[in-house]
């Protein structure tokens, strides 16, 4: 039987510091992506964004079953080497990195690529079960023993990943096959899900009644009403057969970074291509709405005669004025306090070399600095595990108050006091 799928891709930036969607979502025919950027100064989103736009060309093709896990591995590695390419080309993007999970179609056969900690789920015959297996350092903990699976949902270093596509030539990712049958539900979703929503939760709503977009819009309400401060991004599918009633998808969907920074720009000479497709479906759906209330005064002003008395025009003149004061003085009310929200949160980095407190969020406002050093440790970030090293160069480890920034710092210290102790018994960490 030949199948097809019906989709639904779906985002939110979240509830936390983030002043920009780190995480890209499609969906398409043959192709579903995922990618959680990470990036602090350097752009996550823009990882995020580049990566799944290497990708875009194999939806739409027809590869045999071989074929297709062959081409979706090549496309991972151009991806992974173009985003060495834009680090190279600018300087500021560098220790950018991403996650990535993607399904590529071939009959009733899935081509499946992952790394990172973004998560692929799949319900079968009403059992749901995680399909992928998280490249992270609390996984690691799990796989050696050392914790247990309940430890590991609220384990203060769940964030930290062990492998992220990062432009070097040693990001592979895990490759495999598997079958498609009617009936499947495939859930993908960035770490802003799990992190904050319970697993039986997160199963609860997905192997319920409704359509994938009625799916993916619970699970994006259920992360917000847990609070959850990254970034949080779904897509959902449903595997069809060709004798059930109701249409396949057909029109792909973008969501997150990678509809922000119009993946179609460059396929002007190519409109209906997928990735031409789905950046006009974004861009239609995020347009800004009209501005009644300017179109309303332009009209206003087409209609008054030329001949209107100058006390009229002078009064409208006047009230204009007053209220862009308005405006001015609102704004900078907000931005007073805007800022000293941002000076009650904290992020780790490298400054020097060394592991260094931040104060503030990691952007700044035009020539407004919206971070400061508090701490420089004395730990160099050479020295960290790989695993600690790629989040600290990120810049992606936050607290919410500077005792917690100093926690994580001693987290980091004890895991290069355990690493450097392996590696004087000849393990590797």
């Given at each position: 039987m030949s199948i097809s799928l019906r989709y639904a891709a779906r985002t939110d930036i979240g509830l936390g510091s983030k002043s920009r969607n780190e995480d890209s979502g499609y969906a398409g025919p043959d192709l579903l992506v995922l990618a959680d950027g990470m990036g602090g100064h350097a752009a996550g989103d823009m990882a995020s964004s580049t990566v799944v736009a290497e990708l875009l060309d194999l939806d739409g093709a027809s590869f045999a079953t071989d074929e297709a896990l062959r081409r979706l591995a090549a496309a991972?590695?151009?991806a992974n080497a173009?985003?060495?390419?834009e680090m190279d080309d600018d300087p500021e993007l560098e220790g950018m990195g991403t996650t990535l999970i993607a399904f590529l179609r071939s009959g009733n056969m899935l081509a499946l690529a992952n790394i990172g900690d973004s998560r692929a789920y799949l319900v079968r015959d009403g059992v749901f079960s995680q399909i992928t297996k998280d490249h992270s350092f609390v996984q690691t903990l799990l796989d050696e023993g050392r914790i247990t699976p309940e430890e590991a949902e609220h384990h203060p270093q769940r964030s930290l990943v062990t492998r992220v596509l990062t432009g070097r030539d040693d990001d592979e990712p895990d490759l495999s096959l598997r079958e498609a049958k009617p009936g499947d539900r495939l859930l993908l979703c960035s770490d802003g899900l799990p992190d904050y929503v319970a697993g039986s939760t997160i199963e609860q709503i997905v192997t319920g009644d409704g359509t994938p977009a009625q799916i993916a819009e619970a699970l994006i309400a259920i992360a917000l009403k847990a609070a959850t401060r990254d970034n949080v991004t779904v897509v959902?599918?449903?595997v069809i057969g060709d004798d059930e009633d109701g249409p396949s998808s057909s029109t792909p969907q973008?969501?997150?970074a990678a509809a922000a920074h119009d993946l179609a720009a460059e396929e002007a000479d190519a409109p209906t291509s997928p990735a031409a497709k789905?950046?006009?479906l974004s861009r239609a759906a995020n347009a800004p709405a009209p501005r009644l209330d300017d179109n309303a005064?332009?009209?206003d002003d087409a209609a008054a005669p030329v001949l209107a008395e100058e006390g009229p025009r002078r009064f409208t003149g006047l009230r204009r004025g007053l209220f862009a004061l308005l405006v001015v003085a609102v704004l900078a009310v907000i931005g007073i306090f805007g800022y000293a929200a941002t000076q009650r949160q904290y992020y780790i980095t490298q400054h020097h070399g060394k592991v260094t407190i931040y104060q503030g969020i990691s952007q700044d406002f035009g020539p407004i600095s919206l971070h400061s050093v508090d701490t420089v440790s004395d730990i160099w970030v050479a020295d960290l595990p790989s695993y600690d090293r790629s989040k600290v160069t990120a810049g992606s480890l936050t607290a919410d108050s500077r005792q917690a920034a100093i926690g994580i710092v001693?987290?980091?210290?004890?895991d290069m006091?355990?690493?450097q102790a392996q590696a004087a018994d000849g393990s590797s960490c």
């Open positions: 991972v590695r151009a173009r985003l060495r390419a959902v599918a449903d973008i969501v997150g789905a950046a006009a005064d332009d009209a001693e987290n980091l210290r004890s006091v355990t690493c």
